[in-house]
């Protein structure tokens, strides 16, 4: 399994992972878009040197964009571990993974930092725990540009301030069955919060994952910001789950026979695209989050959304794949899979 | 009606500020309109961040001809090249173009002043500050007192915590 999905999480039903995420620049360098390569190579230095004192924390992992290959990087993109936006700086960028997997330090990004903390299920307090101490450390190390006014600066203007951008990502598929996300996704972006869909193009989503996250970063505290996050999180919880119940109870066989449906695809299927698989695969972890399938755990069902990406299916097995060898290889992997899990 | 900013001009301008789905009435008068560039944050906030923060710069570059361009010394960033690519060169730019930032940042977050964390350093900092102001004010006392074997003893204190701050 993906190492930062392990352990128990809270909501899980609802809540795949709480994600926070702290962007810091230093003062004595440009900023990373106005860099030389000498600059980022110092800097990087500086942070690695900075890292070595680090013997209270979990133990990191080092990696350069520029020693992976294309798949390889694209494999930490799709399990969240970095952002597909230093996947590309082939030239400067890398980052430092806690062995947990729950911890990232990304050099280079669009800032000169960016701590990454990743949870499974609903966890904002223990989040933002971590992320500090890690921030609290990493101060004391190097100089951090911090302004009285504007607080910690950043390259981009929307990010200054706390440079906190806290999300959620969750499964709603009966609000999107109903239609009712909609409504949800208006009051959201009215009250400062963003939403977007996962792995999907622009808003829409695929597999019925959303993410949720603030907006604005200045001008409220750290602590501020994640209570209202969190707040607003619940409610979507609450309105999910009693979806599900209302659908359980008007449209049951529909529902059982929507999601058995998808089982029995994804376990005899043989050419599957994955955007058909994350669809069926949405469904599935439905049908276990009601306890309708019982003998899968729900959790084994994200792992495996990750699992058939497009980078991650190829790292399997160990070489590039064409579009078309890509869904049958996908279509294979599922079904050994769900067989496995199903025991 | 009278401009609110600056009570004197009649107020012409009138619009309807949304920020976070909370809805502020402006009204001004056109000078202060233009000083305070208030008029470049008439919009709602759409889905898109992105294309907010898009849309925002270009609305101030419709008003070049009145900006001299300011150059950031550490960086050599203009504001005008960081009107094109939207991001800043380095920490200095910040105390640089500080007006155009500080209402730059109230129209993307409603906001413009950082209420969170402060770095240890910084609050250690603060503290500092605040224990030479108030040895000054005791310095002051003494002298007036003719204490000067107090005020001896304070200047030097005074000395080292400015020095430890880097002011000296
Ligand atoms: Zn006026
Ligand atoms: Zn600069």
């Known amino acids: 399994m993906v190492k930062w999905l392990e352990g128990i999480g809270n909501d899980e039903d609802v809540v795949v992972s709480t994600r926070l995420r702290l962007a810091r620049n230093m003062a004595n360098y440009r900023f990373p878009y106005f860099m030389t390569k000498d600059e980022s190579e110092a800097l990087t230095e500086e942070i690695l040197n900075g890292m070595k004192d680090n013997v209270y924390d979990i133990p990191y992992k080092f990696y350069r964009i520029r020693d992976l290959s294309d798949i390889e990087k694209n494999v930490f993109v799709e399990k969240h571990l970095i952002s597909p936006n230093l996947a590309k700086k082939a030239d400067s960028g890398s980052f430092l993974i806690r062995n947990d997997e729950r911890a990232t330090i990304m050099i280079n990004e669009e800032d000169h930092i960016r701590i990454q903390v990743l949870l499974p299920g609903l966890d904002f307090e223990e989040g933002w725990k971590i992320s500090s101490k890690i921030d609290d450390f990493l101060e004391g190390k190097v100089e951090y540009a911090y302004h009285e006014q504007f607080g910690y600066l950043t390259s981009c203007p929307t990010n200054v301030g706390t440079g906190l951008r806290a999300s959620v990502m969750v499964h709603l598929p009966c609000l999107s069955m109903t239609g009712h996300i909609n409504t949800i996704i208006e009051g959201i972006t009215k009250i400062g919060l963003t939403v977007r869909g996962i792995y999907g193009e622009g808003t829409k989503a695929s597999g019925y994952l959303f993410q949720i996250s603030n907006q604005t970063t200045i001008g409220e505290s750290e602590k501020e910001i994640i209570k209202k996050l969190n707040r607003v999180v619940l409610q979507i919880i609450s309105r999910e789950r009693s979806t599900r119940a209302y659908m359980l109870d008007k449209r049951n066989h529909q529902i059982e026979d929507m999601i058995f449906r998808s089982l029995g695809i994804l376990k005899y299927g043989r050419i599957i695209s994955s955007q058909e698989a994350m669809n069926h695969l949405s469904n599935v972890k439905l049908g276990c989050d009601l306890g309708m399938i019982d003998n899968i755990d729900s959790k084994d069902i994200v792992n495996l959304m990750i699992k058939i990406q497009p980078a991650s299916l190829q790292k399997t097995l160990n070489k590039e794949l064409t579009y078309e060898e890509r869904d049958v290889y996908r279509a294979k992997l599922i079904r050994e899979n769900i067989r496995s899990l199903e025991g | ?168």
Do not use: W
């Open chain 2, 1 to 168: 009606m009278l401009c609110e900013k600056c009570n004197k001009n009649n107020a012409t301008i009138h619009f309807t500020k949304i920020i976070n789905g909370q809805v502020e009435e402006r009204h001004l008068c056109e000078t202060c309109a233009k000083e305070n560039n208030e008029l470049e944050f008439n919009f709602e906030v759409p889905f898109s961040f992105e294309k907010l923060f898009t849309g925002l710069i270009d609305s101030i570059q419709e008003d070049p001809g009145k900006r001299k361009d300011i150059t950031c010394p550490k960086c050599g960033l203009t504001y005008k090249k960081f009107q094109e690519v939207g991001k800043f060169g380095c920490a200095k730019c910040y105390e640089v173009f500080r007006k155009d930032i500080s209402s730059l940042v109230k129209g993307i977050h409603g906001h413009n002043t950082h209420q969170g964390k402060v770095p240890i350093k910084t609050k250690d900092k603060v503290i500092q500050k605040k224990a030479i102001e108030s040895l000054k004010m005791e310095l002051e006392k003494s002298i007036e007192k003719e204490d000067f074997e107090r005020a001896a003893y304070l200047r030097d204190e005074i000395n080292r915590l400015r020095e430890k701050l880097g002011e000296i």
